[in-house]
């Protein structure tokens, strides 16, 4: 039985991984320690099968070298501290991380296998350790349109994105509650019909915004009644990295020999959970629609395809229908008035699952198949 050790399984990410992996009683196969960075030696508080009941020492690198994986969900920094001493170290196990800090490198995997286990598979074969899951956007566009991939259909993809609060993480989410809190708190009257001065409560709400005391230490800015086209650092082409992440990670996923453009807008949207995004995709060539359909429909078995009607798109096409679920809405598509190439469409995925920690926890049972 392989030794895991995870870490980071308190924060938001992790808790919808260890939600999962208990769902689908993935601890009977394996003996596992979780390990701590803050309650080094306490009782473990997750009552699983075959697992330590004393917290192990997240910094302890003589520790975590006895795992054979290490599953990390604790951030880009933890990481950066321990990966490389843990390697330096001698430790030949695997290590599974939900942070971007390794992903781009040369001898790490970002892991999607319903797209890419070939790739995966010969990473494996060549004795490649570090399995990495990608951007959250970058892996529901890519199962919302597996089919087109799968088929070598797409010339180029512009995506425009509407990235829920919970991207930021708790913090954050919390932060976009005590920002509409502030406001409403102030705006909204015993009376529940303003319609008649409502320019009037529009122009209060907006000075809200600027408040000195108006809550911003997270997103630097007001999410709440309003909207942040701008996602991470800054690059110096003009992008964000968050855009950057887009055609650098898929392509990466692919592993194909024609790189595939992909560029577009990262937006910020107040939304609780979940991440939407606008695609335009240029086809190779004309493809009738129905055939189109049947690609994306037949790819995975998360994809729900959505019919493009109003009524279907807003029953299912939204943030509030795909939250907590593996399911991946995909609608909104047409061929577009620009040419018979052009196509619309339209998906929303939880990120918090498909878009982080499933691909972690499926990364596990591929381990266990070696």
Known sequence: MKKLGIIGWR??????????????????????????????????????????????????????????IILTAQGGDYTEKIHPQLRTSGFKGFWIDAASTLRMKNDAVIILDPLNKDVILRALQKNQKDFIGGNCTVSLMMLALGGLFKQEAIEWITSMTY????????????????????????????????????????????????????????????????????????????????????GAEANKILQSKTLIPIDGTCVRVSTMRCHSQALTIKLKKDIPIDEIESMIREHNEWVKFVPNTKSETLKFLTPEFASGSLSIPVGRVRKMNLGPTYLNAFTVGDQLLWGAAEPLRRMLHILLEQ
């Open 11 to 68: 924060g938001m990410v992790g808790q919808v991984l260890m939600e999962q992996m208990i769902a689908a009683s993935d601890f009977k196969h394996f003996e596992t320690t979780f390990f701590s960075t803050s309650q080094i030696g306490e009782k473990n508080p997750i009552d699983v099968a075959n697992s330590n009941p004393i917290l192990g020492d997240a910094y302890n690198i003589e520790q975590l070298k006895k795992m054979d």
């Open 163 to 246: 990235q829920a609060a919970s991207g930021g993480g708790a913090r954050h989410m919390n932060e976009l509650l005590n920002q509409m809190k502030f406001v409403t708190d102030k705006v909204v009257s015993s009376t529940p019909d303003q319609s008649a001065q409502i320019l009037q409560v529009e122009k209060k709400v907006k000075n809200l915004l600027s408040d000195p005391a108006f809550p911003r230490e997270n997103f630097g800015a007001p999410l709440a009644f309003n909207l942040l086209p701008w996602i991470d650092s800054e690059l110096e082409n003009g992008q964000s990295r968050e855009e950057w992440k887009a």
